[in-house]
């Protein structure tokens, strides 16, 4: 999605993020847009007017603007205080006496179920053990949301990422946007530590500070009633061991992402702590972003799977999941899972897929999609297995493109009935918009 809001050139200002209004998601981002390049603050969280309503031209702030936005209910450590107890009393209850309303977000004991008559339809009874030690599991996601959109990794997705934190020795893993992973952690591997950030409010209600705290990746920002600095400063300067895993919302800018890291590294750094490991899930084709907001990160090889998105894992397409993982670790310190075909190159000191053989005129193991790539003489590097070098393009294309010289010979007989300059922006639009299309077709593939 960064590719789609370049095209409409928005860019995103963060340098006096501090300074910058607040709506109900923290501090809101500075962005600017089109020709003009006027700027305006909007929520860092959401672009979605329904979701969050926040606007103000950059030289409309003050107070008096400011306070037309409502803010959501505050959650103070008294509120906190009130969910834990609430949860350790439905807790010490039969299943059969446990409800979920999925209306209200609320975890209730079958007591109060006459407070939720009309919610009947949203009424989840018989929570067992599993179900409360994994909230994933129970809450309903919200896939329909641009934002949110909660798609669970597979079991063996789960266990390849534990398998690499054992690999790198970590003792305390910072999981943002990533519950499973966290829930994983907490139910069955007592030697690892982990906390839970998610702008997901709901998780508030089974998991006490050490295990949760709501929070908004894109600003830095802990939306309870407390000072994020002094939290973030606990939390980062814990463990020496210790990584972050970050699987963002699909869509989401990579700048704020950078921008949080710079703050969790410059906390650790103060507190003369170890680097940070850190692990960004991305598709495959973000990697020049991520190499240019976050130049320590490179893509691992490894497919992320993920068990309830149709095209997000090795069914939905033939050559796999399209997710990477991006990290700033050796990469050959951190195994893949042979049994899922992965290798060591030894040439390249990392593990690769199956399918990703070993180039030695480019001197890598190129393949980038999931698919073997061919070395091609003429352009003097690797392509797609699917593509064919085209004599007339002199490069390789897909074998069914329309050839460079034949969209060259329509422009030059327009030129001669005179509408050269209508077509010539026509040709620009249009190979705009192939370029468009060709990356709305990546997105749509998901
Ligand atoms: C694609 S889901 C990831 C779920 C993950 N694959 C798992 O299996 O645990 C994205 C997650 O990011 C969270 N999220 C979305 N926007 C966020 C934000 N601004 N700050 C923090 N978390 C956010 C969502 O609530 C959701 O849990
Ligand atoms: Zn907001
Ligand atoms: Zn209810
Ligand atoms: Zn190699
Ligand atoms: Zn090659
Ligand atoms: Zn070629
Ligand atoms: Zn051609």
Known sequence: MVELEKNKNISVHMDTLEQHPHCSHGPTILFSRGLDGKKFYSCAAYRDKKKCSFFLWENQSGEKYVQQFERDPIISKMIRFKLQSRLKFVKSLNQENRIYCHKCNELLPKSEKHLHLEHEDFLQENIDDFKLSRPSQLLRPFQESKRESQYFFTDSTINAFLNMFKSLNIKYVVC??????????????PVLKSILLDIDHRYLQFYQ???????????????????T?????????????????????????????????????????????????????LPYFMERYVKSCLPEMSMLDYK???????????????????????????????????????????????????????????????????RKYIHCNLCKKCVKCTWKHCKKCKKCCLPDHRCINDQIKTSSKNKRQGQNKKYKSSINLKSTMIKKNIYNEE???F
């Open 304 to 370: 992320v799977d993920y068990s309830n998105h149709k095209k997000f894992n090795d069914t939905g397409r033939n050559k796999g999941s399209p997710i990477r993982l991006f990290t700033n670790a050796n990469q050959s310190k951190i195994p893949l899972p042979s049994d899922e075909n992965y290798h060591f190159c030894e040439e390249c000191n990392r593990w690769v897929s199956g399918e990703n053989n070993h180039c030695y005129q480019c001197g890598g193991c190129m393949s980038k999609n999931g």
């Open 209 to 227: 500070c050490n295990d949760f705290r709501w929070f908004n990746l894109f600003n830095c920002y802990i939306l309870e009633e407390c000072d």
């Open 229 to 281: 600095k002094e939290i973030l400063v606990d939390l980062l300067s814990k463990e020496d061991s210790m990584a972050v895993l970050i699987d963002p919302p699909f869509g989401g800018r990579l700048e704020p992402i950078a921008y949080t890291m710079k703050k969790f590294d410059d906390i650790r750094l103060k507190h003369n702590k170890n680097f940070l490991t850190k692990f960004l899930i």
């Open 443 to 445: 997105i749509k593939r």
């Open 176 to 189: 943002i946007g990533a519950p499973t992973i966290h829930e994983q952690i907490v139910c069955k591997v």
